[in-house]
């Protein structure tokens, strides 16, 4: 396919990416997680931030664009709407949950306390405010025009739950990063620009402590990719 015609399949999948980008918005996490409430909060903060990369690299977002010549296949768009679609499917399966523990526990004679959510600005440990902040801005800054549709936010109280389905979604933007080789220099000088955002060597420290598991690019530019 050549590039005009990848421009139009391209602006054919942006919405399907902005509702992906989404998703991470409205997912909340409950008290239950407890002390690892943080670590995870900001590996979540990780993966969207590296399917926003993503998404920048390819040219989508509030006004797509492809910012160099990339051919590919219509094969290879068709993965690429399935595998948006998987990474949508997997934040409705955990919506669903979600859902049938709330009904559970509200029909249980018991406290409702395990149906407390957390909150990032009072219950998040101070060593890992500052890189949250620092993600969630990155990932807005890279959304800058769009609005987020209205939803009802919800909360998975499950963290085993929660590791497999950050492991699908990792996977999947595995795939997408994979699946255009064009590409892999532009992420990695905006994997360069995100790190010369974070201020701290702490942030610096903690952000390859959760992320470059998930995030070979992350993990290359750390030098734990070779560990």
Known sequence: MEPAGFAISLASLAGTFTACIDCFEYMQLGRQFGQGYGKCLLRLDAAKVRLSRWGEAMGLGPKPSVKQQISTSDENIRVVRSLLGQILEG????ERVSERFKKHTSTKN????????CNADSDLNSDFQGLHLTMRQIA???QKGTSIAKKARWALN????F???????TGFIDQ?????????????????????????????????????????????RSGKGNR
């Not at 018991?110 to 959510?117: F, G, N, V």
């Open 158 to 161: 499950d963290k085993k739950r």
């Open 91 to 94: 934040f409705e399966d955990a």
């Open 176 to 220: 997408l990063v994979d699946l255009f080789p064009t590409v892999q220099e532009n992420l990695r000088a905006l994997c360069r620009t995100e790190v010369s955002a974070i201020s701290t060597t702490q942030d610096l420290v903690l952000l390859d402590d959760v992320a470059c598991k998930d995030d070979k690019i992350l993990a290359a």
């Open 110 to 117: 018991t406290s409702h306390d395990e149906l407390l959510i």
């Open 140 to 142: 807005s800054q890279r």
């Open 163 to 169: 590791d497999r389905m950050i492991e699908d979604i």
